[in-house]
């Protein structure tokens, strides 16, 4: 999954991308390098929200420009606002990555309609409430300590994925991302990183979305334009522990190693290492 922000305030792109042309140049060059879902995303998490009628109108000409580019992959958009997933799905995204624990029950509802497919993330709700009120600062960090985070990540996302089905969204189109740096300290994180391969009991796919993310340069003291190497490396436990995408700003480089980890599975297979 390619991340293809359209944002003048991504932490990582810095607005390179916010022009139609260059998302379009940029959509191709990743699809060229192996990417097979294009994650649009129209706000950051980091700064102060935009309201929807912004955030729509960033992503909806790019949704529609990648529609008629007819790249061959699925278009995702990272939103957590009902108005602006009729919006894109209506231009013809396929997918919604929603980063607010199905805040708003309309929006599982929406996809439910358009028969799209929906990633569904752990996210407390009351962490939630506060990325979606606005005006709004960086996501705050978790104040309490699961004592069994894998029980409690699995008890959460149960509730949440039935929600969305209840709400009419087919099984085989949820996606389950375990929030890595989403309302977590640090300690929660590596633990998360550690016991990744746990996430399948929950029996949907997994989506690991880890990419230059704070916590890593948190643990080695580097900048986000710094922490490739990193990302590679997180990208790589997921992948082993089976995670079934991996979320990524470096796509090359992230199918290298997923075309690796897949060749160190099947062998795995043979003598049961990795079951």
């Given at each position: 999954m390619g991340i293809l922000n359209v944002t003048p305030d991504s932490f990582?792109?810095?607005?390179?991308?916010?022009?139609?042309?260059?998302?379009?140049?940029?959509?191709?060059?990743?699809?060229?390098?192996?990417?097979?879902?294009?994650?649009?995303?129209?706000?950051?998490?980091?700064?102060?929200?935009?309201?929807?009628?912004?955030?729509?109108?960033?992503?909806?000409?790019?949704?529609?420009?990648?529609?008629?580019?007819?790249?061959?992959?699925?278009?995702?958009v990272d939103t957590m606002r009902p108005e602006v997933a009729e919006a894109v799905l209506a231009a013809g995204a396929h997918l919604i990555n929603d980063c607010s624990g199905l805040y708003d029950e309309r929006l599982a509802k929406i996809v439910a309609r358009y028969d799209a497919g929906l990633v569904v993330l752990y996210l407390?709700?009351?962490?939630?409430?506060?990325?979606?009120?606005e005006p709004q600062g960086p996501i705050p960090a978790r104040t309490a300590r699961a004592t069994d985070l894998i029980g409690e990540i699995i008890a959460v996302v149960n509730e949440t994925t039935q929600r969305a089905l209840d709400a009419g969204v087919a099984r085989e189109s949820i996606v389950v991302d375990p929030g890595l740096e989403f309302s977590k300290d640090l300690e929660i994180d590596l633990e998360l990183l550690a016991r990744y391969g746990e996430l399948r009991a929950l029996g949907f796919p997994i989506l690991m979305a880890c990419s230059r993310k704070d916590f890593l340069g948190n643990v080695l003291?580097?900048?986000?334009s710094e922490l490739l190497a990193a990302s590679l490396a997180v990208a790589t436990i997921g992948a082993l522990a089976g995670a079934a995408i991996v979320r990524a700003h470096d796509v090359a480089q992230t199918?290298?190693?997923?075309?690796?980890?897949?060749?160190?599975?099947?062998?795995?297979a043979r003598t049961q290492l990795y079951t």
């Open positions: 990582y792109d810095k607005g390179r991308y916010r022009d139609v042309d260059r998302a379009r140049a940029r959509a191709a060059e990743m699809v060229e390098q192996g990417a097979r879902i294009l994650d649009v995303g129209g706000r950051s998490y980091a700064v102060n929200a935009v309201d929807a009628r912004e955030e729509r109108a960033r992503v909806v000409p790019a949704i529609e420009a990648l529609v008629r580019d007819n790249l061959g992959v699925a278009l995702s407390d709700l009351a962490i939630a409430h506060g990325m979606i009120a003291n580097r900048p986000a199918v290298d190693v997923a075309r690796l980890v897949a060749r160190v599975r099947a062998a795995g």
